[in-house]
């Protein structure tokens, strides 16, 4: 038994080395600028579409966050928070900093949302949580109005709340 434990741990040790040596000799050149400091340049977006949409000039559909990503935006001041719930929802508790574009005052308010925000503004939008769809409603308005970077926080309010981030308004 002792014999085909030391066979078998060789047979393993074995399978990593070359699975080691694969990997570095696919990746040698990656590798190689990542120790020396290298960044090789990557090549730019396409100039005649902006990154909201697709080769076919058809709407993206906006990108989702997690928890995680929306509060380092948030913190870092990076993004600016749109909720998509309606203004008695926003009063009684919003994300710090939020602003409030109601999906059902959108097509009415987008013509003053995009005077306040240049279109590369980074944008998380944001409702009730998983359930709620707003936030993607609201988020392909947007990205028709001609915001090149919307993203759609799944979570919402009740995710960021929950995690005792900060907000405004509601009970403490």
């Given at each position: 038994?002792?014999?085909?434990?030391?066979?078998?741990?060789?047979?393993?040790?074995?399978?990593?080395?070359?699975?080691?040596?694969?990997?570095?000799?696919?990746?040698?050149?990656?590798?190689?600028?990542?120790?020396?400091?290298?960044?090789?340049?990557s090549s730019?977006?396409?100039?005649?579409l902006p990154p909201s949409q697709s080769e076919k000039g058809q709407q993206a559909v906006p990108l989702p966050l997690g928890l995680m990503q929306v509060k380092e935006f948030h913190d870092r001041k990076e993004a600016v928070m749109?909720?998509?719930?309606?203004?008695?929802?926003?009063?009684?508790?919003?994300?710090?900093?939020?602003?409030?574009?109601?999906?059902?005052?959108?097509?009415?308010?987008?013509?003053?949302?995009?005077r306040r925000y240049p279109p590369t503004t980074l944008l998380v939008v944001y409702c009730n949580g998983y359930d709620c769809h707003d936030s993607h409603d609201l988020a392909?308005?947007?990205?028709t109005a001609g915001f090149t970077t919307v993203?759609?926080?799944?979570?919402?309010?009740p995710e960021w709340e929950a995690a005792g981030y900060p907000v405004t308004g509601g009970t403490p």
């Amino acid at each position: 038994m002792h014999q085909s434990t030391n066979r078998l741990l060789r047979e393993m040790i074995a399978i990593c080395l070359m699975a080691a040596a694969i990997g570095i000799a696919w990746n040698h050149r990656l590798l190689l600028n990542a120790w020396t400091g290298n960044v090789p340049a990557s090549s730019p977006a396409p100039a005649s579409l902006p990154p909201s949409q697709s080769e076919k000039g058809q709407q993206a559909v906006p990108l989702p966050l997690g928890l995680m990503q929306v509060k380092e935006f948030h913190d870092r001041k990076e993004a600016v928070m749109v909720d998509a719930r309606d203004g008695a929802a926003f009063t009684a508790g919003h994300i710090t900093g939020a602003v409030s574009l109601p999906l059902g005052e959108a097509d009415g308010r987008l013509a003053e949302f995009a005077r306040r925000y240049p279109p590369t503004t980074l944008l998380v939008v944001y409702c009730n949580g998983y359930d709620c769809h707003d936030s993607h409603d609201l988020a392909g308005k947007l990205i028709t109005a001609g915001f090149t970077t919307v993203f759609v926080f799944e979570g919402g309010f009740p995710e960021w709340e929950a995690a005792g981030y900060p907000v405004t308004g509601g009970t403490p």
